[in-house]
């Protein structure tokens, strides 16, 4: 199964940017959908966005016009770019595929991304 692994989560202050990455074990062009998802503590996994093998996308209300996903199949990597930060966006972030007629793959590390001043 392809894996997938997700980085670059920093310390950053409230209106920084950052941007993730999520490496894939393999083709990326295969998996129909890459969801990037959060979970803040004490609170339960949010959906943030997806990324289709169409190149579509879609974001939670939450982060649209902040957050953008992209892909670059070449290097089997999916990036969220994540500006004008907030406090709320502190959580840990993860990456993860979605196989029709199976669901999610299962969960990593994530990466923790906090935005403080």
């Known amino acids: 199964q392809v894996q997938l692994v997700e980085s670059g989560g920093a310390l950053v202050q409230p209106g920084g940017s950052l941007r993730l990455s999520c490496v894939a074990s393999?083709?990326?062009?295969?998996?129909?959908?890459i969801y990037w998802h959060r979970q803040a503590p004490g609170k339960e996994r949010e959906f943030v966005g997806v990324?289709?093998?169409?190149?579509?996308?879609n974001y939670a209300s939450s982060v649209k016009g902040r957050f953008t996903i992209s892909r670059d199949n070449a290097k089997n990597t999916v990036y969220l770019q994540m500006n004008s930060l907030k406090p709320e966006d502190t959580a840990v972030y993860y990456c993860n595929k979605w196989l029709p007629g199976i669901g999610f793959g299962s969960w990593g590390q994530g990466t923790q991304v906090t935005v403080s001043s």
């Open positions: 990324t289709t093998s169409t190149g579509s996308t």
């Open positions: 393999g083709s990326i062009f295969s998996i129909n959908a």
